[in-house]
């Protein structure tokens, strides 16, 4: 736990050497990474079935804990904390719901089925397109929120660990 000196601090300022990630951070840096596993599937030949299917529930598992930590914790600190906010987070929370559909698709399947890489891309694109809308509206507005986005930060770190996939690999 921070001292309250330190969650103090962070609020304002982001992350403090030292008092942990800021909620925004995390889930930015969730984003690059998530990103960055997209990326390196489409460099993927598709005779890498079993890379493929290993990379796919790479992505499919971040997707899960980020996204399922966003709706426990985020959201609701963000809703509650106004400023024009409730909009957006519904909207998030629609497109969560459409990005869970695919991914559960996805767990389902084989890389060698018709389709796979398809909903491989189009979660993608929905991804990015939901990343645009989080990073671009929602986070500045959580930002300007007095929202303690250290404490947030490290709940959100602490629900992700206990989020698994519900298949066996
Ligand atoms: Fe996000
Ligand atoms: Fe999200």
Known sequence: ????????????????????????ELLTSDHEEVKSMFEKYEALSDRSVVSKRRLALEICLALTKHATAEEEIFYP???????????LVDEA??????AKELIAQIIAMEPTEDLYD???KVLSEQIEHHVEEEE???????????????????????RKEEIELPITQ
């Open 1 to 24: 736990m921070a001292t309250n000196t330190q969650s103090a601090k962070a609020t304002s300022s982001g992350a403090v050497a030292g008092t942990g990630i800021d909620a925004i």
């Open 136 to 158: 671009g509206e929602m986070f500045p507005k959580a930002r300007k929120a007095k929202l303690d986005l250290i404490a947030l930060g490290a709940a959100i770190a602490a």
């Open 77 to 87: 600190a963000v809703r509650e904390a106004g400023g024009d906010t409730e909009d």
């Open 93 to 98: 929370t629609v497109e969560h719901a459409s």
């Open 118 to 120: 398809a909903k491989i």
